[in-house]
C-alpha cells in the first residue's frame, strides 16, 4: 500500500517540478583536520545545530566467515553502554542534550548519524565517542538486541518480499557476503558470541575507511578539531575488504512456493558501475523503463494498460562489490505469469527500439527537477555529502550533476539500452502460488 501512494503521488509532483530551480544550492568546501581526517563540509549558521553522518566502508560484508551477523548485532549494541554508563543512563544524558544519535549497518557501509546543538557540541559528542570507541558490549544487552535480531530474522523468513530479495542474492553471489542476509540466520545469530562482536567492532570502525559529511552550525576549524577527538583514538586500518563479488545468476524463473493469495517477485540482471562513462545515460534509461515516474514503461505498460500490479520499479544497484540492474512488482497468483512476461518483453522492446525523444526530454525534466528536492534538511545534505565521496564525484559535482544528465543524448540512451538491457539474461525469483510459473533453473 505505501508503494502505491507514493507512485501516486509521482504524477503531480512531475508537473510541479517544472518550475523548481535546476541547481542544488548547496557550498560545499573541504576540511582537512590536523590529524588527517577528511571532511565535507556546508556551513549553516542560521540555526545552532549540526548533523552530521560517518559511513565507515566494509559495513556486514566485514563478517568473518561462519560469524554472519555480527556486524549487524555489533552495530545494534552501540548505543546499549559505555565505559561508566549503561544503556539507560547513555539514553538519559542523549536526551538532556537533545541530541539524536543513529547507528546503522548496510552491506558496504556502517553508518553513523549524529545532531546536536551548538551549546551541547562538546558533551554530545564525547557521548558518542563513548558510543563508537569503547562500547562496553554488557552481556545482558548482547542477550536482550541478540533476541530483537533473532525476531526480526523470524518476521522476514515469514515475508515473501524479503524471500524474495535473500534468494535473488543467493543465486546472484553465492558464497560472497553479498550472497546473504546481513542479519545472519537464525543459527550464525544464535552462535555469536561476545568476542566476536568485540572482533566486529574491532574490524569495521578504522580510520582509514570513514567518509564524513557535515552541515550546520559549524566552521571548518571546529570540525576538524571535533572530528580529531571523536575518531583520533580508533585504530588506523582493519580486517581486509571483501573482495569483488562474482555473479552467478542464471537466466531463467525461480519459484519459491509460499502460501499467499498475491506473488513478489523481483529480477535483474548485470548492471554499470557508477564510475562508468555510461552510468547517466543508462540512469536516464532506467527512469524511462522503470524508475521514478508514474510515466515509465514499466508503469504504463504493466499497471495502467493491464492492471497487473498496484507497482512496479525497477533501479540501478551499484554496490561496492557488485553492480546489478534491477526490478520488482506484486502480483496476483493468477496474473503473475502474463506481468513477468510483460516485463520481459519490454526489457527486450526498450532494447530493440530505443527510446523517444520526448520519453528522453521528460525524464530530463523530472530527474533535474527532483534533484534540488534532495537537499532539503541538513541530514539529508550530509548523507549527500559522504555518498558524494563515496563514489568518487568532484566537490562541484553538486552543481554540474544536472549538466551530465542534460548532455546525455539519445544516441547515448539507445546505445547503452542496445548494449546493457539483455531481457535473455533476466533471472526471475518469484514467491508465491503463481499459476502456470514454473521454476525454470536449478
Known sequence: MIRTVLTLLALPALVFLAALPARADVDIQEVTSPGGLTAWLVEDHSIPFTALRLHFAGGTSLDLPGKRGATYLMSGLLEEGTAGMDSRDFA??????????????????????????????????????????????????????????????????????????????????GDHPYGSSRKGTLDSVAALTRDDIVTAHRNAFVRDRVTIGAVGDITPEELGTLLDSLLGDLPEGGAPLPPRADLTLTPGVTVIPYDTPQSEAIWGHEGIDVTDPDFFAAYVLNTILGGGSFESRMMQEVREKRGLTYGVSTWLSDGDSAEM???????????????????????????????????????????????????????????????????????????????????????????VAADRLRAEDLQFVVVGQPEGLETTVE
Open 92 to 173: 538519559r544524558a542523549v536526551d538532556s542534550l537533545a541530541a539524536s544519535f543513529d547507528y546503522s549497518a548496510h552491506d558496504d557501509t556502517l553508518s553513523v548519524d549524529a545532531r546536536f546543538l551548538t551549546e551541547n557540541r562538546a558533551a554530545a559528542m564525547d557521548l558518542l565517542k563513548g558510543s563508537i570507541v569503547a562500547p562496553s558490549f554488557p552481556d545482558d544487552a548482547v542477550e536482550r538486541v541478540r533476541q530483537q535480531v533473532l525476531s526480526i530474522i523470524r518476521g522476514d523468513q515469514k515475508d515473501p518480499g524479503d524471500i524474495a530479495s535473500e534468494t535473488f542474492d543467493r543465486l546472484a553471489f
Open 325 to 415: 540492474w534491477k526490478g520488482m512488482m506484486a502480483s496476483a497468483n493468477s496474473r503473475m505469469a502474463e506481468a513477468i512476461q510483460v516485463v520481459r518483453d519490454e526489457w527486450a522492446r526498450i532494447s530493440a527500439e530505443g527510446v523517444t525523444e520526448e520519453e528522453l526530454a521528460n525524464a530530463k525534466k523530472y530527474i533535474t527537477g527532483a534533484y534540488p528536492l534532495r537537499f532539503d534538511g541538513n541530514e539529508r545534505i550530509a548523507s549527500i555529502l559522504v555518498g558524494m565521496q563515496e563514489q568518487g564525484f568532484p566537490i562541484d559535482y553538486a552543481d554540474t550533476r544536472n549538466d551530465r544528465v542534460n548532455a546525455v543524448t539519445l544516441e547515448d540512451v539507445n546505445r
